[in-house]
């Protein structure tokens, strides 16, 4: 595998992401606000799932973490939407801390 393909996701994963976005953006003009919050982490979670496989470790580990955090926490949304946003906001800064740690090991960083 080429660097350039490092972390690729299959064709098949691709469509599947795209056609479940696509799917989900036409729910959330009829369905409750909170939907879209849920369709929206459960697409992160399908490609994450995709690319982790791919991933080298480091990135692959952190996508684990973040596959098995989702998959404890989705059960949040009709419970403690307080919580729901603690767990998004936390998962975005984890997000961030990942990008910068992926940057930081770029040649020329």
């Known amino acids: 595998m080429t660097e350039g393909e490092m972390g690729a996701i299959s064709q098949s994963d691709a469509l599947s992401l795209l056609a479940f976005l696509i799917s989900s953006a036409e729910g959330c003009l009829k369905e409750p606000p909170l939907?879209?919050?849920?369709?929206?982490?459960?697409?992160?979670?399908?490609?994450?799932?995709?690319?982790?496989?791919?991933?080298?470790?480091?990135?692959?580990?952190?996508?684990?973490?973040?596959?098995?955090?989702?998959?404890?926490?989705?059960?949040?949304?009709?419970?403690?939407?307080?919580?729901?946003?603690?767990?998004?906001?936390g998962s975005g800064v984890a997000v961030a801390e990942e990008i910068k740690r992926q940057a930081s090991q770029r040649p020329g960083q």
């Open 35 to 89: 939907y879209g919050v849920y369709r929206l982490s459960t697409a992160a979670v399908q490609l994450a799932k995709a690319w982790e496989p791919n991933a080298n470790s480091e990135t692959s580990a952190f996508l684990r973490d973040l596959i098995s955090c989702w998959e404890q926490e989705a059960s949040l949304l009709s419970h403690d939407p307080k919580k729901l946003k603690s767990y998004l906001v």
